[in-house]
């Protein structure tokens, strides 16, 4: 899946890894490959901008760590980032309920009269 494919939804992905606990970038992008079963494989290009935004946008903070003797950015979700995300659930369920009414495999409802 290309990143182009993501656009708008790449923010709530990025807060739902966070929700289980602080990451580095690249852990980031790991758990974005496996959850997504290797769909979403996405370029360091596409994720630290938005990290970043997310940052600026107060939903994301970060510390530098040493791991494996190597300085990386660690980050983690906040409380106003926690809230961010209930409200991307929220507007996902109401989202994919909607077009799930155009798109689902079932009987389209009757229109009204």
């Not at 790449?10 to 807060?15: H, M, P, V």
């Not at 660690?74 to 799930?100: D, I, K, M, N, P």
């Amino acid at each position: 899946m290309k990143a182009q494919s993501l656009h708008g939804h790449l923010d709530a992905l990025l807060l739902a890894v966070l929700e289980q606990g602080a990451l580095h970038g690249y852990a980031i992008i790991e758990a974005l490959r496996t959850r997504s079963g290797g769909s979403l494989d996405l370029p360091t290009g596409t994720i630290y901008p938005a990290l970043r935004r997310l940052e600026r946008a107060g939903y994301v903070e970060s510390a530098w760590s040493t791991v494996g003797g190597r300085e990386r950015r660690t980050y983690q979700l906040t409380e106003a980032g926690r809230q961010a995300l209930a409200g991307e659930r929220a507007g996902w369920r109401e989202f994919s309920a909607t077009v799930g009414r155009f798109l689902g495999t079932g009987e389209a409802p009757a229109s009204p009269a």
